[in-house]
T-cell receptor, first 111, second 114 residues
Framework: AQSVAQPEDQVNVAEGNPLTVKCTYS??????LFWYVQYPNRGLQFLLK??????LVKGSYGFEAEFNKSQTSFHLKKPSALVSDSALYFC?????????FGGGTRLMVKP | DADVTQTPRNRITKTGKRIMLECSQT?????MYWYRQDPGLGLRLIYY???????NKGEISDGYSVSRQAQAKFSLSLESAIPNQTALYFC?????????????FGPGTRLLVL
């Protein structure tokens, strides 16, 4: 069975600084990896995904994620954080046509 | 995503009551899903349907049932609600044409069972 770990419940960063939200996964076979974001009182919105190819995946709102097979990680990054990036972020791994989500990381960007 | 709608958005009910949550989509997707979200646990899959005639249990199906009335409609029922079913419930859809597809989520239903 697949699993996802998001080791940080919350990440705090100052506006303008780079941000990283960590994700590690466990899955048999080739991983399909996703990042979603949830704003207050909203559903999850798709940010980006890795299926195959380039290890650096670019997504919406300036976010990117780096797939590292040896470390089984898929960390979400952004070069310069905005206050509006404050939200709950979920990493997910897909296998067997199913998605398994991590517990979520709350990102707080302070002015 | 406005293409996936859920009703009601908020619901308070009492222990033992039957309740139905409804999901509709205009994306034309074959696959539909029901998840619940609990703090710190992320989203957990309750049921999923790959087409109108295909219903499958997810990770936490006990105490829940579903109905796929049409390609566009997928309902979740709690036959006899209990307090630990208090959660945020999400419906999602995906195209499902090949492998793992991006899932698109509704705005959620916040359920409180007293």
């Amino acid at each position: 069975a697949q699993s996802v770990a998001q080791p940080e419940d919350q990440v705090n960063v100052a506006e303008g600084n780079p941000l990283t939200v960590k994700c590690t996964y466990s899955v048999s076979g080739n991983p399909y990896l996703f990042w979603y974001v949830q704003y207050p009182n909203r559903g999850l919105q798709f940010l980006l995904k890795y299926i195959t190819g380039d290890n650096l995946v670019k997504g919406s709102y300036g976010f990117e994620a780096e797939f590292n097979k040896s470390q089984t990680s898929f960390h979400l990054k952004k070069p310069s954080a905005l206050v509006s990036d404050s939200a709950l972020y979920f990493c997910a791994v897909g296998a067997g046509n199913m998605l398994t989500f991590g517990g979520g990381t709350r990102l707080m960007v302070k002015p | 995503d406005a293409d996936v709608t859920q009703t009601p958005r908020n619901r308070i009910t009492k222990t033992g009551k039957r309740i139905m949550l409804e999901c509709s989509q205009t994306k034309g997707h074959d696959r539909m899903y029901w998840y619940r979200q609990d703090p710190g646990l992320g989203l957990r899959l309750i049921y999923y349907s790959f087409d109108v005639k295909d219903i499958n249990k997810g990770e936490i199906s006990d105490g829940y049932s579903v109905s796929r009335q049409a390609q566009a409609k997928f309902s979740l029922s709690l036959e006899s609600a209990i307090p630990n079913q208090t959660a945020l419930y999400f419906c999602a859809t995906s195209e499902g044409t090949s492998g793992i597809e991006t899932q698109y989520f509704g705005p959620g239903t916040r359920l409180l069972v007293l």
